[in-house]
């Protein structure tokens, strides 16, 4: 399947800092809870990342991520994910984070 240009053009692919991470024990797959500043376009937002693999929370605070800014939001449990942040699966199934290489401000868009 193809998708028009267009089409991936509507989906918001913003950086964003970490600045809040706690476990997320009520969620059916081992989570982290993420606390990400979007800028002050954004603003700060919400999201339940399946990271546990390769990420302790206290490791991502200040870190840079990827996400999906404009999806609606998931309740997952008793939390309420705002984005999706995104990652990569590597060969063990563990996701890797998604982030730009070098600092860029928070809420810059994906080109």
């Known amino acids: 399947m193809t998708l028009p240009f267009d089409d991936f053009l509507k989906v918001e692919i913003r950086a964003g800092t970490v600045i809040a991470a706690e476990p997320f024990p009520e969620a059916r797959k081992p989570a982290i809870k993420l606390t990400i500043d979007f800028g002050p376009e954004l603003g700060v937002k919400r999201s339940s990342a ?35 942040v995104l990652g990569a699966s590597d060969g063990e199934g563990r996701i890797s984070l998604l982030a730009p290489d070098h600092e860029v401000p928070d809420g810059s868009r994906m080109h």
Do not use: D, H, K, W
């Open 50 to 84: 399946q990271i546990t693999a390769l990420y302790e929370p206290a490791e991502l605070i200040g870190r840079q991520v990827m996400a999906v800014t404009n999806f609606a939001p998931r309740q997952i449990g008793p939390f309420m994910s705002e984005v999706l």
